[in-house]
T-cell receptor, first 115, second 113 residues
């Protein structure tokens, strides 16, 4: 069955430290991959997306993600986190071959920032 | 300003009383979708629409209906709500297929007693 796994439920990092949030997927040959951020009490905001081409994708707020087909991963990274990055992060996948727009989300990783 | 609006933002109702949550976008997007968010389960797609009069089921469509009579509106209908539909609901729209949700609405928190 198609699935998206975010193995870390909760991560705490110090302000200024680097960050990597993991995402693994089990999907078709052509996945479309996304990362979203949700601040407390807010809706979701799209951070970045991968459809094809360069496997290193730049997003907003200084985030980037790398698509590794051999590892079925799409990990999110940021070189130096800020206190305002504390939020919940969701990885999501769409089957790129499908004409539909059916999406599977991971269960999320909550990020806390240590002052 | 580009936005997706949902109404109401908060709703308390009783089992079996039909309700509609409205969703509207002002960006002329073709793709719209509905999600529910529950603790520990992340977001799950309920229904999506690829254009006017074109809708399809997501992962958890049971107990929900949708319609897409106009491009800008995509209401979510609960014909006979039950307590297990207590959740946080999000509407989203996007310009292209596969983007799932380029813009999300602010959410509707529903409590079914």
């Amino acid at each position: 069955a198609q699935s998206v796994t975010q193995p870390d439920i909760h991560i705490t990092v110090s302000e200024g430290a680097s960050l990597e949030l993991r995402c693994n997927y089990s999907y078709g040959a052509t996945p479309y991959l996304f990362w979203y951020v949700q601040s407390p009490g807010q809706g979701l905001q799209l951070l970045l997306k991968y459809f094809s081409g360069d496997t290193l994708v730049q997003g907003i707020k200084g985030f980037e993600a790398e698509f590794k087909r051999s590892q079925s991963s799409f990990n999110l990274r940021k070189p130096s986190v800020h206190w305002s990055d504390a939020a919940e992060y969701f990885c999501a996948v769409v089957d790129g071959y499908s004409s539909a727009s059916k999406i599977i989300f991971g269960s999320g990783t909550r990020l806390s920032i240590r002052p | 300003e580009a936005q997706v609006t949902q109404n109401p933002r908060y709703l308390i109702t009783v089992t079996g009383k039909k309700l509609t949550v409205t969703c509207s976008q002002n960006m002329n997007h073709e793709y719209m979708s509905w999600y529910r968010q529950d603790p520990g389960l992340g977001l799950r797609q309920i229904y999506y629409s690829m254009n006017v009069e074109v809708t399809d089921k997501g992962d958890v469509p049971e107990g929900y209906k949708v319609s897409r009579k106009e491009k800008r509106n995509f209401p979510l209908i609960l014909e006979s709500p039950s307590p297990n539909q207590t959740s946080l609901y999000f509407c989203a729209s996007s310009l292209r297929k596969g983007l799932a949700g380029e813009y999300f609405g602010p959410g509707t928190r529903l409590l079914v007693l």
